[in-house]
C-alpha cells in the first residue's frame, strides 16, 4: 500500500519560503510515477503546484513556476517543495500525491494534507 | 489555458440519481478523472479514465466523457456520498503537461 506523508513548518512569514517534504512508503520513487504537490485554499478549490520524476524532471504551474522548486531525495525516498516569496495568497492544505503528466495518469494516492499558514 | 466548469453545487435525495457535470473545449478527446472530497479529508480517486473505478469505489459511480462535457453518475444516493467532487485533466497543449481541476461541486443529500 503506497502512503505519503507531509512534514514541514506550519507556520511562514510573508516574504519567506515555504519548505515541505514528502515520504513516500511502501513503493520506491526510483520505480516510476510522477510525484507531485497539489493545494487547497480554505473553503476553495484544488491547485496543482507541479510533480517530478525520479530523475529530477519537473513539470511546473505555470502561474507559480517562478517561486516554486521541487525536488527528489531517492535515497530517502522522499521529494520536496519550496516555494519562495510567499504571501497570505499561499495560505492553504499542502498535499504531496503521486501522479503522471505524460501519461495523463490519475492522482491515485494523496498524503493527508498539511495546513500552511503565512502570517507575520 | 484550459478550464473546466462544473456547477458549485447539486442536490438529490436518497436513493435518486445525481449527475455531476465538467465541461471543457472538447474534453471528449481528453482523459478525465473525477475525485471525491469529504470535509477535512483528502480528494480520493473514484473515476478515472473518462469510467473505470478504483477498486473499492461502489458500482453506483460511474462516468462517461463526449464532446464538451463529461459527467460523473451516481445511482442510489447514500447520505456517504455527500461531499464536493472534482473533475481533472491533464492539459497537453503545450511541451509541458499541466494539472486542471474543475472548481468543485458540493453534492447534498436532501
Known amino acids: 500500500q503506497v502512503q505519503l506523508q507531509e ?14 517534504t ?12 510522477y510525484w507531485g504537490w497539489i493545494r487547497q485554499p480554505p473553503g476553495k478549490g484544488l491547485e496543482w503546484i507541479g510533480s517530478i520524476y525520479h530523475s529530477g524532471s519537473t513539470y511546473y504551474n505555470p502561474s507559480l513556476k517562478s517561486r516554486v522548486t521541487i525536488s527528489v531525495d531517492t535515497s530517502k525516498n522522499q521529494f ?38 503565512v502570517s507575520s | 489555458s484550459y478550464v473546466l466548469t462544473q456547477p458549485p453545487s447539486v442536490s438529490v435525495a436518497p436513493g ?17 478523472h473525477w475525485y ?3 470535509p477535512g479529508q483528502a480528494p480520493v480517486l473514484v473515476i478515472y479514465y473518462d469510467s473505470d473505478r478504483p477498486s473499492g469505489i461502489p458500482e453506483r459511480f460511474s462516468g462517461s466523457n463526449s464532446g464538451n462535457t463529461a459527467t460523473l453518475t451516481i445511482s442510489r ?9 472534482y473533475c481533472q485533466v491533464w492539459d497537453s497543449s503545450s511541451d509541458h503537461p499541466f494539472c486542471v481541476f474543475g472548481g ?6 436532501l
Not at chain 2, 444516493?77 to 467532487?85: I, K, N, W
Not at chain 2, 468543485?104 to 443529500?109: I, P, R, S
Open chain 2, 104 to 109: 468543485g461541486t458540493k453534492l447534498t443529500v
Open chain 1, 80 to 117: 520536496s517543495l519550496k516555494l519562495s516569496s510567499v504571501t497570505a495568497a499561499d495560505t492553504a492544505v499542502y498535499y504531496c500525491a503521486r501522479d503522471n503528466p505524460t501519461l495523463a495518469m490519475p492522482i491515485d494516492y494523496w498524503g493527508q494534507g498539511t495546513l500552511v499558514t
Open chain 1, 7 to 20: 512534514s514541514g513548518p506550519g507556520l511562514v512569514k510573508p516574504s519567506e519560503t515555504l519548505s515541505l
Open chain 2, 16 to 32: 435518486k440519481t445525481a449527475r455531476i457535470t465538467c465541461g471543457g473545449n472538447n474534453i471528449g478527446s481528453k482523459s478525465v
Open chain 2, 36 to 38: 471525491q472530497q469529504k
Open chain 2, 77 to 85: 444516493v447514500e447520505a456517504g456520498d455527500e461531499a464536493d467532487y
Open chain 1, 22 to 33: 514528502c515520504a513516500v512508503s511502501g513503493y520506491s520513487i526510483s520505480s516510476g510515477y
